[in-house]
């Protein structure tokens, strides 16, 4: 497959930003996030219209929905934690592939492709010059598009990428700005201002090992029959029917917890931190499409018993949903910022502590469940797929919608040794050999 870029340039908003607003300063949510971008990608097979007639519309669409989100094609700036929103703009590039067809892609399994996937997206570095957002717009010879983006977690979470690209899809679809493309709102620095953080982080580590990403789909099938081990048995102790991304949660972190388990001859303490959107949960009242950073980290935590063997997936369900139910009820009795920003940088500390503690393994899971971003329609219909990319660095693992909208695929990225491990887990094992 090769894919080249034909293409690139700045798209600015149609509407000069005011004066007013061309100085964003961000919130503490922004200041907790990460530093980097990170990627999502969009499939439209059924896109046949003249490829220059779309890219043109594209363009102009952009261009029109950046008026509303125009702190998106400004720049970060570190020294003043804040944005320059002074329209410099947003990467607009153009790709044809050759030697593959989106058909095939979607086609099959998504570990087929995974090495090729990093094409479809236009990464920059991070600096104080570099776009907050890159967008890599590619055609197949078949006639499909893959809108690749590439996002700023600066002043980015999922939900405002999942806002952007459906306003962006419903001005395109619509000719221009209409009364159903939802208008942001960028209050949340003023809601939320910046604080002064004490938070230690631990240093990187010394050794970068390599990064092995692999997806686990779980369709519904197999969804209801884990859920049925889950909670069906007499003695499961479970009292609750769980949902289907409490089910896959609980199946991966029993299968990492049991990778450990085999390498060191004994279970290990074992944290999951995983992300909570604070939209609609805490108890004060919030703009509605409030864009930028507001989301929690919460932990759950599997305490080893000395020497014990025991590993019972309702042991690990009960654990994931009493923390989820704490940090819903720490949500409620949020009422005012400055109670949000205890609740949420204790939450950070935590975090940090416990991933300072060398005898605790640490995972990280995030969710694009729900979210919307498979709702992107552009006239072509909503998105075939949608997807992350291979990872070589951060060991974080994503879970989203499978391709039929009734599972879940779980993107696992963990080194070599902890994957080989991981995949022995006879859960694990069930699910690949059913796509074999």
């Known amino acids: 497959m090769e894919?080249?870029?034909?293409?690139?340039?700045?798209?600015?908003?149609?509407?000069?930003?005011?004066?007013?607003?061309?100085?964003?300063?961000?919130?503490?949510?922004?200041?907790?996030?990460?530093?980097?971008?990170?990627p999502i990608i969009f499939y439209y097979p059924n896109h046949h219209h003249e490829i220059t007639k779309t890219i043109d519309q594209l363009e102009k669409s952009l261009s029109e929905t950046l008026t509303l989100f125009y702190p998106l094609a400004g720049r970060y700036i570190k020294d003043n934690l804040s944005v320059d929103c002074k329209d410099e703009g947003v990467d607009f590039l153009e790709a044809k592939v050759d030697g593959v067809d989106l058909t095939q892609i979607l086609q099959q399994e998504p570990n087929s492709n995974l090495e090729l996937l990093a094409h479809f997206v236009p990464y920059v570095t991070e600096s104080d010059t570099s776009p907050?957002?890159?967008?890599?717009?590619?055609?197949?010879?078949?006639?499909?598009?893959?809108?690749?983006?590439?996002?700023?977690?600066?002043?980015?979470?999922?939900?405002?990428v999942s806002t952007f690209i459906n306003a962006w899809a419903t001005t395109f679809r619509e000719g221009g700005i209409s009364d159903r493309v939802p208008r942001p709102s960028f209050d949340l620095p003023f809601l939320f201002p910046q604080r002064d953080l004490c938070l230690k982080l631990p240093p990187p580590p010394k050794v970068q090992l390599k990064i092995v990403t692999k997806v686990f789909v779980f369709n519904k099938e197999a969804i209801n029959k884990l859920k049925s081990k889950i909670s069906g048995g007499a003695n499961s102790g479970v009292k609750y029917h769980p949902s289907r991304l409490e089910v896959v949660t609980t199946i991966l972190w029993k299968a990492l917890i049991g990778a450990v388990k085999a390498q060191n001859g004994h279970l290990r303490a074992s944290s999951l931190r995983q992300i909570m959107t604070l939209r609609a949960k805490v108890s004060m009242p919030l703009p509605e499409e409030a864009c930028g950073n507001m989301y929690m980290p919460f932990m759950s935590r599997f305490n080893a018993n000395d020497g014990s063997n025991k590993l019972e997936l309702s042991d690990i369900a009960s654990l994931l949903r009493d923390a989820k139910r704490k940090a819903i009820s720490d949500c409620k009795n949020a009422v005012s910022s400055n109670e949000v920003f205890l609740m949420v940088t204790?939450?950070?500390?935590?975090?940090?502590?416990?991933?300072?503690?060398?005898?605790?393994?640490?995972y990280k899971f995030t969710s694009w469940c729900r979210m919307g971003l498979d709702e992107a329609n552009f006239g072509w219909g909503k998105p075939a797929w949608v997807s992350s990319v291979h990872s070589t660095t951060e060991i974080i693992s994503t879970l989203k919608e499978n391709k039929s909208g009734d599972g879940i695929e779980a993107w696992m990225n963990l080194t070599e040794i902890d994957m080989h491990h991981f995949q022995q887990d006879p859960d694990i094992l069930a699910l690949t050999s059913s796509h074999d």
């Open 3 to 38: 894919v080249q870029i034909i293409s690139r340039k700045q798209i600015k908003p149609s509407v000069k930003t005011p004066p007013h607003l061309q100085n964003l300063k961000i919130s503490f949510f922004d200041q907790l996030a990460p530093s980097e971008h990170f």
């Open 132 to 160: 907050l957002l890159a967008i890599q717009i590619n055609e197949f010879k078949c006639g499909g598009l893959a809108i690749g983006l590439f996002n700023s977690h600066r002043i980015f979470d999922g939900p405002t």
């Open 346 to 362: 204790n939450s950070h500390r935590e975090l940090c502590e416990e991933l300072n503690k060398g005898e605790v393994d640490t």
